[in-house]
Structures are given as structure tokens and as C-alpha cells.
């Protein structure tokens, strides 16, 4: 289980780092969000706003992989275009990342995998609001996820945060 928890708390700093990237309207989903109804230029905006809010302290509320519920002394460290992942109070390792407000989407390096392998890179959805940060990923980076529910089986994790 502590095995598990590392790998966890490991993805799931891999997930905070903030390139920003702007979004146009062939790759939003159709869903209608303040962030793609607006279109293109709202859209670039909306990233550099969510970015923004991402900087900062946040500590581990809740996480969830594979259905199952884990428990770690996480905190990222916003900064910029990366975060930092702290593990037991120790900076275990910092993530590069990118926003894409259009879709809710975050898309983390978190290591350079060999070919045909998976756990390097993440696709995960957000949602920020006040001081809650919500992530979920599929750390195989085949697909995006659909919502927050990290069901038995999904092999999705999903973390929530409190900002400090």
C-alpha cells in the first residue's frame, strides 16, 4: 500500500504544473462553457485566469485510484508554469503542465517513459473554484477523463485540494 500511495502522490503532483496553452474552437467538445461559448480569444483568457488561480499552496483533501480511497501527506506548490509535489513534508518531485480552460483539460510530464509504456505523461480534467481544487487523471494518457469518479476498475485517480 505505501508503494501505491508514493505512485499516487506522485501522479498526482505531475498533474499541477502550469504551461499555458491557449485552445481554439476545434478542440472543444461542443459543450457549452463560458470558456468556448465566448470563443478563441475569451478562450486564451480563460486558460491565463485558471492558470493564475492554480499558483499557490494546496494540501491533499481526499484521493481516489481505482476506486479505492487513499490516504497521503500531499501539498503542491504552484509556481509558474510547473508545481512542486510534497510528500511527508519533502519536495518529492516537480511537474510541468499545461491548462486548457476550453475543455477543463490538464495535460502533465511528469517523466520520459520507454516506448510502448505508460506513466510519464497524464491527461487529466480540473475544476477550480474559491479554494478547492479538483483533479482527475488517466495516468495512461490514452484518454481524458470523463468526470471525477474514479471507479473500480477505471485505474482513474482523482485528488481533491484546499488551498493553504
Known amino acids: 500500500m505505501g508503494l501505491l500511495l508514493n505512485v499516487a ?4 503532483l505531475a498533474v499541477c504544473s502550469s504551461c499555458l ?12 462553457t463560458p470558456a468556448n461559448a465566448a470563443g ?7 486558460t ?15 484521493a481516489t485510484w481505482n476506486g479505492e480511497s487513499q490516504k497521503a501527506d500531499v501539498k503542491w506548490v504552484v509556481d509558474g508554469d510547473h508545481y ?27 517523466h520520459d517513459t520507454p516506448k510502448g509504456t505508460y506513466g510519464g505523461s497524464l491527461k487529466g480534467i480540473y475544476d477550480i473554484k474559491g479554494d478547492r481544487l479538483r483533479v482527475a487523471y488517466d495516468p495512461t494518457a490514452r484518454q481524458y477523463p470523463a468526470s471525477f469518479e474514479s471507479k473500480p476498475g477505471s485505474k482513474q485517480v482523482s485528488y481533491e485540494f484546499r488551498r493553504d
Open 84 to 110: 512542486t509535489v510534497r510528500h511527508n513534508g519533502a519536495d518529492a518531485e516537480v511537474d510541468p503542465f499545461k491548462l486548457d480552460a476550453c475543455n477543463k483539460h490538464v495535460d502533465v510530464h511528469h
Open 40 to 46: 478563441v480569444g475569451n478562450c486564451a483568457a480563460a
Open 48 to 62: 491565463a485566469e485558471d492558470t493564475k488561480h492554480w499558483q499557490g499552496r494546496w494540501t491533499l483533501v481526499s
Open 9 to 12: 502522490a506522485g501522479c498526482l
Open 21 to 32: 496553452i491557449g485552445c481554439d474552437q476545434s478542440s472543444t467538445t461542443g459543450a457549452a
